[in-house]
Nanobody, 124 residues
Framework: QVQLVESGGGLVQAGGSLRLSCAASGRTFGSNAMGWFRQAPGKEREFVAAISWNGGSTLYTDSVKGRFTISRDNAKNTVYLQMNSLKPEDTAVYYC?????????????????WGQGTQVTVSS
């Protein structure tokens, strides 16, 4: 079992920044990929960013490239999502996910544990 707890969400004006954190426990954190997904009201969950087990590889959806940065601290069992230049269309519940292998990419089928989510609201 893996437990994932997200934090750092909130309300921010357009152009602002937030940093999401996801604390993991229950499995060797440093052996698996991690990812961030989001779900806006009335929409399906979508991939946001992924990072490999050692942080050596990252992947972003096109709409956040250049604005969001995923990183991880294996000593702290934590993955981060730094979100800059936020837009109203970034409003969603953001979910942290633990991958089933060292690299899981953008398919949610390759993630086997999920957090409860944290709300991010960007006002215009």
């Amino acid at each position: 079992q893996v437990q994932l707890v997200e934090s750092g969400g909130g309300l921010v004006q357009a152009g602002g920044s937030l940093r999401l954190s996801c604390a993991a426990s229950g499995r060797t954190f440093g052996s698996n990929a991690m990812g961030w997904f989001r779900q806006a009201p009335g929409k399906e969950r979508e991939f946001v960013a992924a990072i490999s087990w050692n942080g050596g590889s990252t992947l972003y959806t096109d709409s956040v490239k250049g604005r969001f940065t995923i990183s991880r601290d294996n000593a702290k069992n934590t993955v981060y999502l730094q979100m800059n230049s936020l837009k109203p269309e970034d409003t969603a519940v953001y979910y942290c996910a633990a991958g089933a292998s060292r690299w899981s990419g953008k398919s949610d089928e390759r993630y086997d544990y999920w957090g409860q989510g944290t709300q991010v609201t960007v006002s215009s």
